[in-house]
């Protein structure tokens, strides 16, 4: 018997759905200021093997001698970014919604049977429940990103102010570092996280818009057959066999 069960609240939907244009707008406000300094690329001496983002990119997409605007778009999108996120894991922890959120001792086993499963080469049913052990990794990763974004964005936008805090993350250089590596961390969460919402299907998206989902649940016991649900607990996902 098909069921309609509620499986994400009306507040974690809303700070998702606030975070994805905001995260998105500040890696755009982003690359109008970088442009103004593109020192990163993969090589070495005077080797490169790969320029993040070449002359005929910044182009292409008009980013050239933007870096006011990119400065005042990116300041303003970050108090929306660190008040959503610091709203965000208030919320959790006051609902309880961590206890579906934080990576168990079992977690990092089960995001290897996902990881397996998702590439075709596990044919080993995965958990039914709210979060696998690989989304509890990743969402509780993205949760320190955004602290480390912040804490090296403020690092390098105020160095003489914020000293000790441009020193304790390794001086300036090591702290633009930082901030341009979990951007492109953001964008790799992304590519993957859409992809894996797309191989979830209708079902799986619906529930992060309207909060509802349906699931396969048993007309005798009420127990859930098939479809992820907020239970079991995170703990009861390894089964022996």
């Known amino acids: 018997m098909k069921q309609l069960v509620e499986k994400h609240p009306l507040a974690i939907r809303w700070f998702h759905w606030v975070n994805f244009p905001v995260l998105a707008l500040m890696i755009w406000s982003g690359l109008w200021i970088y442009w103004a300094n593109d ?4 090589g070495w001496g005077n080797t490169t093997l790969l320029k993040f983002f070449p002359q005929s990119f910044y182009e292409a997409f008009n980013i050239p001698f933007q870096l006011a605007k990119g400065m005042s778009w990116h300041f303003v999108l970050m108090w929306v970014f660190f ?5 965000y894991v208030l919320y959790t922890i006051f609902s309880g919604e961590w206890r579906y959120l934080l990576p168990t001792r079992h977690s990092f086993k089960e995001a290897i049977q996902v990881v397996l ?12 429940r709210k979060f696998n052990g690989a989304q509890q990794i990743a969402y509780t990763s993205v949760i320190l990103m955004g602290v480390g974004s912040v804490l090296s964005g403020l690092a390098i936008y105020k160095p003489v102010q914020f000293s000790w805090l441009t020193q304790l993350l390794g001086g300036y250089e090591f702290a633009r570092i930082i901030h341009f590596a979990l951007t492109i961390g953001y964008v790799l969460f992304f590519v993957v996280h859409i992809a894996q919402v797309v191989r979830a299907g209708w ?39």
Do not use: C, Q, W
């Open 39 to 42: 020192v990163y690329r993969l």
């Open 117 to 128: 499963h998702d590439l075709g080469l596990s044919k080993k049913s995965l958990p039914v």
């Open 83 to 87: 008040l959503n996120g610091l709203l």
């Open 203 to 241: 079902n799986n998206f619906r529930a992060m818009v309207a909060g509802f989902e349906i699931v396969e649940v048993n007309p005798a016991t009420h127990e859930v057959k098939a479809g992820p649900t907020a239970l079991p607990p995170a703990d009861a996902s390894l089964s022996p066999n």
